[in-house]
């Protein structure tokens, strides 16, 4: 079973729901119904999957983690929920109503253009808040390091993160899926793979992608952005790794995992479990906080 789920379930999964949407495509389905509810069954999955074969236990979830997860899905979870899924919704109901130029081409080449097009933008945003200096590099990386401080990468960890980091992905989205002028249709099947890639990003199960790691983000290529080790944490792509390839930050190496997950200098930060600090981080960034209670 664990070599089925290896090589196998990502594979299989990824082709499930490319059928399943282009099913609800040409069924004259309600979009955002089927999108909702095959996404909320291919969570169910992922997340038992995850519970009976995970890859690391250390990075596994734990009590002490899913409370923690739970206290930012209260906080922040629902906005950033919103904003992910909802500037994807208004982009495809604005593009319906207003058929821009693109949205004559055929699908296929609509969905090329979107993804490499939105993925450029979230490239550098994502890049910028993780490497660039100054007062704006400094204040785009106190809204973005919150999903960097769990040491511990696993689906439902995927809801750490500050409300400002969504709402800035939320503008570039809706700005770049709203000037590109595609159809309604290319738009819902690129946000429907970018949330299975956001989804299995995060899956701590062991998945040899081979191949698909070159075209699509993963659970091997964002690991290594999440590493603890500055030199191997690059891809900042979150559907493809495309603008990583071109940029010099792919990182991928099918027999290697990081060692150590999380910021490369946490004793510089609050711990993920310290919310009320992490959130002030943006606008307060001398917060004093302790670390007596660092997770494990
Ligand atoms: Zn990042």
Known sequence: M??????????????ATLAFALLALYADASLPIAFSTFAALRLALL????????????????????????KYAVLVGGTGFALKF??????????????GALAQWPLILQLIIVALTYE??????????????????????????QHHLPRRVYLLMHVVGH??????????KFSVLYALG??????????????????????NVQISAGPLNYLLVGTELHRHHHSANLA???????????????????????????????VSAPEHYPTSNQIVATMAL???????????NDEP
């Open 120 to 145: 450029f933008f979230q490239y550098w945003q994502h890049r910028c808040s993780h490497e660039a200096r100054g007062p704006l590099g400094r204040f785009l990386w106190r809204t973005h390091l």
């Open 282 to 292: 943006p606008f307060y960034p001398a917060v004093p906080y302790s670390r007596k």
């Open 232 to 262: 191997e944490a690059g891809n900042y792509g979150v559907l493809t790794p495309f603008w990583d390839i071109v940029f010099g930050t792919f990182r991928y190496d099918a027999n290697k995992a990081p060692e150590a997950l999380g």
């Open 182 to 203: 595609a159809s309604g249709a290319a738009i819902y099947l690129f946000g429907v793979l970018l949330g299975l890639q956001g989804l299995v990003s995060h899956f």
């Open 2 to 15: 664990a070599t089925f789920i290896r090589f196998w379930f990502y594979p299989l999964l990824l082709l």
């Open 47 to 70: 997340l038992g999957v995850e519970l009976c074969w995970p890859y690391r236990k250390t990075w596994a979830i734990s009590w002490r983690s899913f409370i923690r997860d739970l």
């Open 86 to 99: 909802g500037a994807t919704w208004l982009a495809i109901s604005a593009a319906d109503e207003r058929r």
């Open 163 to 172: 409300p400002l980091n969504f709402a800035l992905i939320f503008i570039l």
